[in-house]
């Protein structure tokens, strides 16, 4: 899908964090900005989440390609819930998450969800709102919050990516259990997102080698 655009976080605020956390630093390049990808249209953002939930990026990209095809690269409400279900099923390879993709679709048509909303909503508010689509997991909505909504204090420790990068900056054998998770989020409050993100770059960057 085409919705993605490339922007460098604020060198003032990665600053700041690596000053407030200097063990960071280890795993920032200096000369070289931190880029992130976004998607700065809200409902192809929260479709890619959907999608993306229990894939790997090999079916993240299979299933999003799929989809591409099938409206072609429009991904907006008005393509996607005129899709029969077991046609959008079978593109990206879900017939769940077709279900959710297409029940939320609906809901947005009609206005009983409205998405401009959740960018003046914190965490806990944008969670409540998506509360009643009982498959649509707790972490696809913080991948969503901040690739869409670009809200500053996401900690995302319900993603296993986050976590294997974790271990990677940890070094330690320590077992990540829940208490030492809600002692990590406290401690980079309130850039919990960027920690997420450098987590899934620790992680991503260790793959190369």
Same mark, same amino acid.
């Given at each position: 899908m085409k919705y993605f655009k490339y922007i460098a976080l604020n060198e003032e605020i990665i600053n700041h964090f690596t000053n407030l956390h200097p063990e960071v630093k280890n795993f920032l390049n200096n000369k070289k900005q931190f880029i992130v990808r976004i998607m700065p249209k809200l409902y192809p953002c929260l479709i890619h989440c959907i999608i993306s939930q229990d894939y790997s990026n090999n079916q993240v990209i299979k299933a999003t390609t799929n989809l591409a095809n099938l409206?072609?690269?429009k991904i907006k409400v008005n393509k996607?819930?005129?899709l029969q279900k077991d046609i959008l099923s079978k593109a990206i390879m879900s017939e769940q998450k077709?279900? %959710?993709i297409l029940s939320i679709s609906k809901d947005i048509k009609i206005k009983a969800l409205k998405l401009k909303q959740c960018l003046? %909503?914190?965490e806990q508010g944008v969670i409540n709102l998506f509360k009643k689509y009982k498959s649509l997991k707790t972490n696809t909505i913080k991948l969503f919050c901040i690739f869409g909504c670009f809200k500053k204090n =996401? #900690?995302?420790d319900h993603d296993?990516? #986050?976590i294997k990068g974790l271990k990677i900056f940890l070094s330690a054998k320590?077992? =990540?259990d829940k208490s030492l998770l809600n002692k990590i989020n406290l401690k980079y409050s309130p850039y919990n997102t960027i920690f997420s993100l450098l987590m899934w770059k620790i992680y991503n960057d260790s793959k190369k080698y």
């Open positions: 409206v072609k690269n996607i819930i005129y077709a279900s %959710l003046k %909503l914190d =996401i #900690f995302c296993p990516n #986050f320590e077992t =990540i």
